[in-house]
């Protein structure tokens, strides 16, 4: 992502949606304001760049926060196939929202109040990804339900979320732990074996090549 605003309105500044006051006033108590200086001077990316949308293609799991009316967090996984999260336009993110446990916390939060943040994370090369904005839910419209909707997924979709990126920022890579997913690993394992199936026909060639000028040879 450009850590540059990129919004409409360049003299809008949006690093307090990242750093909000109480989040600055720590920073330069504790010593580390000088290093976000010109974050805070210039913005946050607020803009869905070509580089963020292929990280998102690549993504099949993804948390979702939202707050409820009176500030009590929650945190919610969303997943389905690889690029269940779409691009709907450079503000905008959209995915289906399946059946799952009727509790409904998420969409009471949004019902009270808009502001969300997603976090997305790529174990495999140590990459996490943070965006702040808006969510809606968007019901009873099939059209948008048919588009953001996988199909062949084994799964029943019954609303749409939609996310107004207002701020994003890229997390380091420390202390995340690689992880691999099975169709990663099957990926990796058929290509060693791939490898290994070569190096048995070419030590069997050798061997064959190394009887035929030794007959005596075991």
Aim: charged share 25%.
């Amino acid at each position: 992502m450009n850590t540059k605003n990129t919004g409409e309105d360049a003299t809008v500044n949006n690093s307090h949606i990242v750093f909000p006051p109480a989040a600055q006033r720590a920073q330069a108590e504790r010593g580390s304001a000088g290093a976000y200086a010109g974050k805070v001077a210039n913005g946050f990316p607020d803009r869905i760049t070509p580089d963020l949308a292929a990280f998102i293609a690549e993504r099949d799991t993804a948390f979702l926060a939202t707050v409820s009316e009176d500030g009590a967090p929650y945190i919610q996984h969303r997943g389905g196939p690889k690029g269940f999260i779409k691009v709907i336009d450079d503000k905008t993110l959209g995915f289906a929202d399946y059946a799952g446990n009727r509790q409904y916390i998420r969409l009471g939060n949004l019902a009270g109040n808009d502001r969300a943040y997603l976090f997305l994370i790529d174990f495999a090369t140590r990459q996490r990804i943070k965006l702040w904005g808006r969510a809606r839910l968007i019901e009873g419209d099939t059209a948008l339900i048919e588009k953001l909707f996988d199909k062949g997924y084994r799964a029943r979709p019954q609303r749409v979320i939609l996310f107004t990126v207002e701020a994003g920022d890229i997390n380091c890579s420390q202390h995340i732990t690689p992880r691999f997913t099975q169709d990663e690993v099957a990926g990796a394992t058929e290509v060693l074996q791939q490898r290994m199936a070569k190096l048995e026909a070419e030590n069997a060639e050798l061997r064959a090549k190394l009887a035929q000028q030794d007959p005596e040879a075991d």
